[in-house]
């Protein structure tokens, strides 16, 4: 079965250091995975797709499948970066699956 | 384009009655997604829709809950008698597939904030 875990319910770090909020993933075929942003009073939204292979805000993530992990980093975190972040799994049909998510707050 | 529109955006009603949940989707958009979210179990899919048809409905937690798409610009989300334990934001999400081997974006709603006294 797919699954998403995030183990941080809660990530506090200073403005300018840098974060990695872990995501990992268990599932049977190849995966395509997802990282998701939902800033204070707006719409859930996508940050980026591993497909991609993009930056978003000075976001990236690396898909490895030898730890099943795709975890998003940031060098250099701001305070507009302040969100709850969700990693999502696509399975077969588009079946999707969210992790819990972590709230990231960035302290000045 | 207003993006995808959900209404109402608050409900409060009483344990046993019926709620009914709306969404219309991105105009063009073929998949269209039922989500809720609770503290508890985060977000979970409920149900989605591909041009119209329900492909998947397994996240559905019990018969109490049903969903529609009468047509590619609307769909409810129906709860009849509503519980307490169904207290929760309801989002849905839309979006264009662009064929095998594409990713593609969901883009979802405001969310319905729904409590059930």
């Known amino acids: 079965a797919q699954r998403v875990t995030q183990p941080e319910k809660l990530l506090s770090v200073f403005k300018g250091a840098p974060v990695e909020l872990k995501c990992n993933y268990s599932?049977?075929?190849?995966?395509?995975l997802f990282w998701y942003v939902q800033y204070s009073r707006q719409r859930l939204q996508l940050l980026l797709r591993?497909?991609s292979r993009e930056s978003i805000k000075g976001f990236t993530a690396d898909l490895n499948k030898g730890e099943t992990s795709f975890h998003l980093k940031k060098p250099f975190a701001q305070e507009e970066d302040s969100a709850m972040y969700y990693c999502?799994?696509?399975?077969?049909?588009?079946?999707?699956?969210f992790g819990p998510g972590t709230r990231l707050s960035v302290l000045p | 384009d207003a993006g995808v529109i959900q209404s109402p955006r608050h409900e409060v009603t009483e344990m046993g009655q019926e709620v009914t949940l709306r969404c219309k989707p991105i105009?063009?958009?073929?998949?269209l997604f039922w989500y809720r979210q609770t503290m508890m179990r985060g977000l979970e899919l409920l149900i989605y829709f591909n041009n119209n048809v329900p492909i998947d409905d397994s996240g559905m937690p019990e018969d109490r809950f049903s969903a529609k798409m009468p047509n590619a610009s609307f769909s409810t989300l129906k709860i009849q008698p509503s519980e307490p334990r169904d207290s929760a934001v309801y989002f849905c999400?839309?979006?264009?597939?662009f064929g095998a081997g594409s990713s593609y974006e969901q883009y979802f709603g405001p969310g319905t904030r729904l409590t059930v006294t």
């Open positions: 999400a839309s979006s264009l597939w």
């Open positions: 999502a799994l696509e399975g077969p049909g588009q079946n999707f699956v």
């Open positions: 591993h497909i």
């Open positions: 599932y049977s075929g190849s995966p395509e």
């Open positions: 105009s063009g958009h073929d998949y």
